[in-house]
């Protein structure tokens, strides 16, 4: 009897072949078939653990006008990140100014540099986040804090709001929420 397949394993599919010298395994998964996540992005998926990767991260997005690749402006301790973007403009907040990426364009991020990516447009941006290596460290997540009124360093907590999943940053200062997201699409600009 075979053992039963962990949910995030049930689309992967496994083809293994002789190459030379050597057996090689490749994993091939559906991007449709993976689970939305719930992110300030009307669709993001989590390709990372569906494939198999263990040396690097990776994220397939769908922004809506008004969202964004991130909960807050950030960085990684030691990940670095690339967007590769697919459809429309990205536009990222960086410590030099924004940066548009158009379509068939690719931004790199080394580990330590703030960056938050969003859709500034009018079309829907379509995007792959690649980020090495897997872990990256200790993450600082800057926000807006109305209480404090500065960017302050938030945390994110998951919680239930009536039955409905939701992720709320907190400012580690002062404990204000500053900002909510639902999985999917939501009204307006993206907090």
Not at 80 to 100: H, K, M, N, R
Request: glycine share 8%; charged share 25%; net charge negative.
């Amino acid at each position: 009897m075979r053992a039963p397949v962990p949910p995030i394993l049930e689309n992967r599919e496994t083809h293994v072949f002789a190459a030379a010298d050597r057996i090689v395994a490749m994993d091939h998964v559906r991007i449709d078939d993976v689970e939305n996540a719930l992110q300030p992005a009307a669709v993001m998926r989590q390709l990372t653990d569906p494939l198999g990767c263990t040396d690097m991260a990776l994220n397939y997005y769908e922004l809506e006008p008004g969202d964004s690749f991130a909960f807050a402006y950030h960085r990684h301790e030691v990940q670095e990140e690339l967007f590769y973007i697919l459809s429309g403009v990205a536009t990222f907040e960086t410590e030099d100014g924004p940066v548009d990426v158009e379509a068939g364009e690719i931004v790199r991020f080394p580990p330590g540099e703030f960056q938050r990516g969003w859709n500034r447009g009018g079309e829907r941006v379509t995007a792959l986040a690649l980020g090495a290596p897997l872990e990256y460290g200790e993450q600082v997540k800057l926000r807006q804090c109305d209480v404090c009124e500065t960017r302050t360093d938030n945390t994110l907590e998951r919680r239930s709001d009536d039955g409905k999943s939701v992720v709320v940053a907190l400012c580690l200062e002062c404990g204000a929420e500053t900002g909510c997201w639902t999985e999917g699409s939501m009204p307006g600009a993206v907090p």
